[in-house]
């Protein structure tokens, strides 16, 4: 697996089908989660990717089947910091 950044991934989404992002455990605050709780898969198919504003995707663990992403990583107030991200195809 090879980290790379997410404004790569965002730059990039013609390269890859599934990319997992991952966020640092220092965005949640009040509880430490596992690296799968913290991991969500998304594919390039997505808006965000081609100029939209939606991000989906499925937390690893299975407890976020459709998390809204981009709600969490705003540019200017992001909530959630995106760690690293991977290319799985």
Request: charged letters at 25%; a negative charge.
């Amino acid at each position: 697996m090879k980290k790379i950044a997410f404004e790569e991934l965002k730059e990039h989404p013609e390269q890859w089908k599934e990319a997992v992002i991952v966020f640092s455990n220092d965005s949640f605050k009040y509880q430490n989660y596992p690296l799968v709780a913290r991991s969500y898969l998304v594919h390039s198919s997505n808006d965000y990717f081609h100029g939209g504003i939606a991000l989906y995707g499925r937390g690893l663990d299975g407890q976020n089947p459709a998390t809204r992403l981009d709600w969490f990583i705003l540019k200017d107030h992001p909530k959630w910091i995106v760690d690293y991200c991977y290319i799985v195809a």
